[in-house]
């Protein structure tokens, strides 16, 4: 699949209260956690950072090929989505987080060919089974612009839980691919998290890169 005129954002606004610093301030292989993740993914396409207005311009932003702020602190990850359609050049964009770092480019690819193989969605979340059942992931997913419409207004109405886009016409939730390991949801909440997935890499050395 051509992904070069899709956008990969990066969703880099949290403060890190739990981790302790903000997550952009993460290392990995001694380079700041959102080069790592761009050299991992290698996207031919478009890149877009979006922070928050008070952490702009974080280690690595430069490797993205635009950083955009979020106008307002603090209404989270929903709001940063308003910021990259503001910013969005290319018909669609695939959206990930800076503390979910082993998220591959075949995934994201996955997921846009079912989004492209149904012309009337809007944007498409993924749900995974927990041991306290089925469950949402917000991110990865995939946008087309005109989605931007619908999560404009709930954004204005404070309506800001991501999930509840499942409610939208237009949105939909696909369950992943079954060749999709549960490494997959890996998301770097706490300092124990962290040090738990340096501790897989080291014992896992022969990474796939995409």
């Known amino acids: 699949m051509d992904l070069s005129t899709t956008t990969l954002a990066v969703l880099a606004g949290g403060r890190g ?60 990850p929903l709001a940063g989505l308003t910021t990259m359609f503001d910013h969005l050049a290319t018909p669609t964009a695939a959206v990930i987080t800076v503390d979910m770092p082993l998220i591959t480019r075949d995934q994201i690819a996955w997921l846009l060919g079912a989004l492209t193989a149904q ?7 993924c749900e995974v089974q927990t041991a306290r059942g089925p469950m949402i992931e917000p991110f990865p997913s995939v946008y087309r612009a ?23 016409s237009g949105f939909r939730v696909i369950n992943p691919h079954p060749s999709w390991p549960q490494s997959a949801w890996t998301n770097l ?11 897989s890499r080291n014992e896992s050395p022969t990474e796939n890169p995409t």
């Open 17 to 76: 209260a739990r981790m302790g610093m903000p997550k952009t301030a993460l290392q990995l292989d001694n380079q700041p956690i959102l080069a790592w993740q761009l050299g991992r993914l290698h996207w031919p396409g478009p890149t877009l950072l979006v922070t928050s207005p008070a952490l702009a311009n974080p280690p690595g932003a430069e490797r993205f090929d635009r950083c955009a702020s979020d106008k307002v602190e603090g209404l989270g």
């Open 146 to 168: 005109g989605a931007a419409i619908t999560i404009v207004r709930r954004v204005a109405a404070g309506q800001l839980a991501i999930h509840d886009l499942r409610n939208e």
């Open 189 to 199: 909440n706490y300092p124990k998290d962290m040090a738990a997935f340096q501790l």
């Open 119 to 125: 012309p009337d969605c809007l944007g498409l979340l």
